[in-house]
């Protein structure tokens, strides 16, 4: 079974601040995905990225995929309290399979 | 709204029991998979059909079981159920074989008694 770790576990910072989590595996992924979940819902699709080294901005958010294919990042700029809730990444199987391997999650809080 | 829906979204039920969750994937969307969420395992894949057939299994335990049927909604059955079955289910769709993109339905929460 791959694992992600994710860091830090947990993270409570105020309004404005920037941060950032991180995803990290020994495994190599076909590509990467980052989800935000929030209390009593499913996780939501956040971004994907498949490419190493390859960049995504989506607003404030900015998502990295290691070079090698087997780590990357998610930073908040400026984060809000909207920005609140658990983060998870998931990387898809390389070897062919089908599931995502999800990670261990980083529950965010943004203080007003 | 992410188009999957899950019936029903709360569950509670005793041990020894067998109980069945039902799935509607979104519109177009070909694959399915089942998810498990506890406090302490975080997210664990289950299984995945993909237009009607199993595809892909995870850590699923003997006790549960699931199946596609031909208008692509999917039903993961649990039983002898124990206390540690105690969860969130979430069914997750997606249009290829491949878990790419995945849309995740809001889930239903089972607690065993």
């Known amino acids: 079974t791959q694992l992600l770790e994710q860091s830090p576990q947990f993270l409570s910072i105020q309004e404005g601040e920037n941060l950032t989590v991180y995803c990290n595996s020994s495994?190599?992924?076909?590509?990467l995905q980052w989800y935000r979940q929030e209390p009593g819902e499913g996780p939501v699709l956040l971004v994907t990225v498949v490419t190493g080294g390859e960049v995504k901005k989506l607003k404030r958010l900015t998502f990295q995929f290691g070079d090698a294919r087997k780590d990357s990042s998610l930073h908040i700029t400026a984060a809000q309290p909207g920005d609140t809730g658990l983060y998870l990444c998931a990387g898809a199987d390389q070897t062919g399979a089908n599931n995502l391997f999800f990670g261990t999650g980083t529950r965010l809080t943004v203080i007003p | 709204d992410s188009g999957v829906t899950q019936t029903p979204k709360h569950l509670i039920t005793a041990t020894g029991q067998r109980v069945t969750l039902r799935c509607s994937p979104r519109?177009?969307?070909?694959?399915v998979y089942w998810y498990q969420q506890s406090l302490d395992q975080g997210l664990q894949f289950l299984i995945q059909y993909y237009n009607g057939e199993e595809r892909a299994k995870g850590n699923i335990l003997e006790r549960f079981s699931a199946q596609q049927f031909p208008d692509l909604h999917s039903e993961l059955n649990l039983s002898s159920l124990e206390l540690g079955d105690s969860a969130l289910y979430f069914c997750?769709?997606?249009?290829?074989?491949?878990?790419?993109?995945?849309?995740f339905g809001q889930g239903t929460r089972l607690t065993v008694v």
């Open positions: 495994s190599v992924f076909s590509s």
């Open positions: 519109s177009g969307d070909l694959s």
């Open positions: 997750a769709s997606s249009l290829y074989d491949r878990n790419t993109e995945a849309f």
